[in-house]
């Protein structure tokens, strides 16, 4: 797909629902005693793979629309199940699944063969799971274990293995006892408490005991990581304004919003509260400062650092990220399809280690090609820098957007 630059981005619309809270809103769901509604659910690849994982274990899941009806069952059949590309899938069932009575296997795309399982595997074996991995990757299989709740520092913070290690302690003996080094997004942590979960929150540190879920309606909001890609290109664009309706402003997930300030972007929210709270958001171009991120804000914007990478191009100055280092095992190296992506485009840019330095020259040239190496982010990410470019860009690979971001093509373009 060739992306053409745009002379103006002026738009109020509303964002891709929000993937993190629909997988766990039908995940969670379809293991309650009951039945309930998930509306404005993001149907895209990953949370349809959630879909037909929990419809194969037993649950009973109708989708009309952007509405999905479940009907869970606390008791699950043994099953084979296919995550597609979906890596929040993959861990967050092989938690629940460990201490639930069932034998299964989880597999999945070439993709996600790649990404590393261990760190999910080896702390619910010390909770007694009996989970095998194939050389540390996918697939897993799972067969009937009895959990003890442990207490365990994660080195490194992961919404994925936090909620993975959750789950699993809902049907653990005793208590399960988690700290993170760095709080990371804490949608599970909120859903079971509003599904009745015997769970405390303090901080860094969350406890969970033994418990029975009951089930819940949940209206997903906006998802801040895909109307981040609509800020980024009211910043590129010269005169550039949006305003993002109904986006989901959970703090552990709004670094992006933190970093666009630091750059001297105007942000305007007005907040909403609910089982997640949500607002909207309004974004006037203004010239940009660079940006340095660090280790402590990078759980807040993990997925967001190809795109901030992308409007670093457009400040005057050096902006660097550092503490990263899980880019690298996401859906691509996502610190090298980064720099590939924005060299193509003209960027002066370098990977390192954990992260990046991109020497902002005020905007790029464009004209080039980019892979995106079937990650979505990098995708969408090229094309926001391609907006504000004088030449555009061509993507390869430009549908994998629609795994968190059905429709962006048509809104972005």
């Not at 309650?32 to 793979?49: E, M, Q, W, Y």
């Not at 709080?183 to 029975?212: C, F, Y």
């Amino acid at each position: 797909m060739f992306v053409k630059p745009l002379t103006s981005f002026d738009r109020t619309l509303e964002t891709a629902a929000d993937k993190s809270i629909t997988h766990r809103a039908i995940m969670f769901n379809s293991f309650a005693r009951g039945s309930a509604t998930v509306t404005n659910a993001l149907l895209g690849g990953d949370c349809r793979s959630t879909i037909a994982c929990m419809t194969a274990l037993g649950a009973k899941i109708e989708v009309n629309g952007s509405m999905v009806k479940v009907t869970g069952t606390p008791i699950f059949r043994n099953a084979a199940l296919d995550a597609g590309n979906s890596g929040t899938t993959t861990r967050l069932l092989t938690g629940l699944l460990a201490g639930m009575n069932v034998t299964a296997s989880i597999d999945g795309d070439d993709s996600l063969k790649t990404r590393p399982m261990r760190r999910v595997t080896e702390p619910l074996a010390m909770m007694g799971a009996n989970v095998s991995t194939t050389d540390g990757k996918a697939p897993l299989y799972i067969k009937p274990s009895k959990l003890r709740g442990i207490d365990y520092r994660l080195p490194v913070a992961s919404a994925q293995v936090k909620s993975a290690l959750l789950l699993a302690g809902l049907h653990a003996d005793g208590e399960t006892r988690l700290t993170e080094p760095i709080l990371s997004r804490n949608h599970t942590e909120l859903m079971l408490k509003a599904m009745g979960a015997d769970i405390e929150l303090n901080g860094r540190e969350t406890v969970i005991r033994q418990s029975e879920l009951r089930p819940v309606d949940v209206d997903v909001p906006g998802d801040i990581s895909s109307a981040a890609f609509l800020l980024g290109a009211a910043t590129v664009v010269n005169g550039g304004r949006v305003t993002v309706k109904r986006v989901g402003l959970n703090p552990t997930r709004t670094g992006i919003i933190e970093v666009l300030k630091s750059m001297g972007a105007d942000i305007e929210i007005t907040k909403a509260d609910g089982i997640e709270p949500c607002g909207d958001v309004t974004l006037v171009q203004t010239p940009l400062k660079p940006f340095d991120i660090t280790e402590e804000i990078v759980p807040s914007l993990i997925d967001e650092i190809p795109l901030l990478a992308a409007v670093a191009c457009y400040a005057e100055g050096t902006s660097t990220i550092s503490g990263a280092a899980e880019l690298k095992v996401k859906e691509s190296d996502r610190i090298q399809t980064t720099v590939d992506a924005l060299k193509a485009l003209g960027a002066d840019i370098e990977g390192t280690d954990d992260g990046m330095i991109i020497h902002g020259k005020g905007g790029l040239k464009g004209g080039g090609r980019v892979d995106a190496h079937g990650d979505h982010r990098i995708a969408m990410s090229a094309a926001v820098a391609a907006l504000g470019s004088k030449e555009g860009a061509e993507i390869d690979g430009a549908e994998t957007a629609a795994i968190s971001y059905p429709g962006f093509w048509e809104i972005i373009c």
